[in-house]
């Protein structure tokens, strides 16, 4: 029985999932995080590097993991993604078409990028002469740079992916029954959206808003350290009745910011799918914990918000119900291990 790893490398912290696939189930078999070094993940520097990579081999050594096998993620806001439709066309026109697809969407020479596809709808399923297919674009300097910082952790890269594709994955499977979901992934930097339908990915967008934007907004109104200004947000949130509300003022420009690109995105899909109706919006990533984040959306979006649990059928010894409420940060991870 194979087990695969999910390296989930965040800005913050750095997320491993390892999971045993059996034919009918799955079963968890490592997890763990740590501090991600300050300012790192976004250095070229070797030094810095070395250092992201000497944090992943502790982690793997520190959870007891058994494979080296690594499926990774590449940050939302540094890769394209789109969801496209063509013409049907075959494997071999469909290579073709998608280089001068991707010659239209991606904002960078091709020879800089990799650039990969995946049919998620045939024209037979769109009921349509299109299909649907998943562009995806990554710089070859940050795959490199991921790629090397796993070698010099002395574990072996398989596959990488981009964070809200792994995240999606992880979460559609505690929506089973819901036709529309929106996955929003509030990360320390961005905030990543996506629309799955029928278990599908339909659409994503990625927006530079996330948790250290909101802890600036908290620290320019109160005159606080970046640091304190955290440690508020994470003890009163967005909860109306704590500190008069001062702290719900305080961010709601940039919450303003994330909810208007999130009703624009429902109002994209239902443009297209007059007939249908988001579902439920899932809230992921560090910053999806953030006190009264459920019920502020909620109440702003009049659709149904829950909180992250990719830990759903998923079968876990006892030793790893200290990740219960832990699910929206691991999201990303364990959909890495479930690629």
Not at 209 to 235: P, Y
Not at 288 to 294: D, L, N, W
């Amino acid at each position: 029985m194979d087990s695969i790893i999910g390296l989930d490398i965040g800005s913050h912290s750095i997320k491993l999932i390892e999971i045993e696939r059996r034919k009918q189930d799955a079963r968890l078999c490592a997890a763990g995080s740590l501090p991600t070094p300050p300012k790192a993940l976004s250095s070229v520097a070797q030094e810095d590097i070395e250092g992201i990579a000497g944090v992943v081999n502790k982690l793997w050594k520190d959870t007891g993991a058994k494979t080296k096998n690594v499926n990774i993620a590449l940050p939302e806001s540094q890769v394209f993604t789109r969801v496209i439709e063509v013409p049907e066309l075959s494997s071999r026109e469909l290579t073709s078409a998608i280089k001068w697809e991707a010659e239209q969407y991606i904002p960078m020479p091709l020879d800089q990028v990799t650039v990969d596809f995946t049919i998620l709808q045939t024209a037979k399923d769109t009921g349509t002469n299109k299909m649907e297919v998943l562009l995806v674009a990554s710089p070859k300097t940050l795959v490199e740079k991921y790629v090397t910082i796993l070698e010099y952790a002395d574990l072996i890269p398989v596959a990488v992916e981009t964070e809200i594709i792994a995240a999606s994955r992880a979460l559609i499977r505690s929506a089973s029954s819901v036709k529309n979901v929106m996955i929003v992934s509030l990360g320390a930097q961005t905030t990543d959206l996506a629309i799955v339908r029928n278990g599908i990915l339909a659409f994503t967008r990625s927006i530079s808003a996330g948790g250290e934007a909101l802890s600036r907004a908290v620290a320019q109104s109160f005159g606080f350290e970046i640091s304190q200004a955290e440690e508020f947000k994470k003890t009163y949130g967005l909860e109306k009745d704590k500190l008069e509300g001062k702290i719900v003022t305080a961010v709601r420009p940039i919450m303003d910011t994330i909810l208007a690109e999130m009703k624009r995105a429902v109002a994209y899909y239902q443009e297209k799918h007059r007939e249908e109706q988001l579902g439920v919006i899932i809230l992921s990533g560090g910053t999806a914990r953030v006190p009264g984040m459920v019920v502020y959306m909620a109440e702003n979006l009049g659709i149904e918000v829950q909180l992250a649990n990719p830990w759903f059928g998923l079968i876990r010894d006892e030793r790893f119900r200290i990740l219960d409420n832990e699910g929206p940060v691991f999201s990303v991870a364990v959909g890495l291990a479930f690629r």
